[in-house]
């Protein structure tokens, strides 16, 4: 077995009431013995579509060794429940990048002579719908003016406008493959960063794409695979890692340092250090 994204149960957390079950098209979910448990590595993709439906923080999406997920095994399962449950899983691959599994669930409805109506043709982001909407990918790039902001993407604003560019932000959620990042400025910061400096979005954020993690919480080795797969797969202009002065933040910065080298390119590399009392140092 090789190592995978798959979905983690902290069955501590889980109180059984299963409503992560009929968010999980795949069918990887069932309530056992007042338990939510993950029936077959085999259905799980990892992609974390369920992890925002848990009341209970139960479900997080990790890296260990699986078997490997199966997606014409899914689409039996799929196919059973019906035209909503099939337009629902292909909308949850194609939000998340996931083209070969698209394209197996695909011939799947084909050689088995399943008609849905579905567009396989690239739409913007924000206009995809399905999936949790905590990891519905979103680029905002386009929308330099909605209900909650007025002014333009990438100018530095006093009316306390924000300067976010795409959704998710998460590191664990975002699709390595996701659009805006191909020539992107890009910023990791320590999720306790944007808290502690008051100035992040327009000092910081802005003019970037952004992606949030803890390192002392989070899995840093996973931290430098996504990283690696994203250098690799996009032209990135710029990587700045904004973290606290803390020493347990600087586990993001050598994750980021160490994807750099992985990934073989040579791109500009600086760092960004916020004090406790919300300082630039």
């Not at 530095?156 to 805006?180: C, D, E, F, H, K």
């Not at 993690?213 to 996504?226: Q, R």
């Not at 050598?254 to 916020?274: D, H």
Request: hydrophobic fraction near 40%; charge should be neutral; aromatic fraction near 6%.
């Amino acid at each position: 077995m090789a190592k995978r994204k798959i979905i983690e149960i902290d069955e501590s957390k889980c109180n059984g009431c299963g409503a992560c079950v009929p968010n999980c098209p795949e069918g990887a979910f069932k309530v056992i013995d007042g338990k939510v448990r993950l029936i077959s590595d085999l259905f799980c993709d990892g992609l974390g579509a369920c992890v925002g439906h848990c009341p209970e923080g139960a479900l997080s999406v990790v890296e260990r060794e699986a078997v490997p997920y199966d997606e014409a095994k899914v689409m039996v399962n799929i196919v059973k429940a019906g035209k909503n449950t099939i337009l629902e899983h292909l909308n949850h691959l194609k939000s998340h990048g996931e083209k070969k599994f698209l394209g197996t669930a695909l011939d799947y409805l084909k050689k088995n002579n399943v008609k849905v109506d579905f567009d396989v043709k690239e739409k913007p982001a924000a206009k995809i719908g399905g999936g949790c909407p905590g990891s519905e990918m979103r680029d905002l790039r386009g929308e330099e003016e909605n209900e909650a902001c007025e002014g333009k993407f990438g100018e530095v604003n006093s009316a306390g406008n924000s300067q976010l560019r795409q959704w998710p932000v998460q590191i664990t959620l975002v699709p390595p493959s996701a659009p805006y990042f191909e020539g992107a400025d890009l910023l990791i910061a320590a999720d306790c960063v944007p808290f502690a400096y008051a100035k992040f979005h327009d000092d910081l954020l802005n003019g970037k794409i952004v992606l949030v993690g803890c390192p002392k919480l989070d899995d840093t080795g996973f931290y430098a695979e996504k990283f690696t797969e994203i250098f690799k797969e996009n032209n990135i202009k710029s990587v700045t890692v904004a973290r606290m002065e803390v020493p347990c933040c600087g586990g993001i910065v050598m994750a980021a340092k160490k994807a750099l080298a992985e990934s073989g390119k040579k791109i500009g590399f600086s760092e960004v250090v916020i004090g406790i009392k919300g300082n630039r140092l």
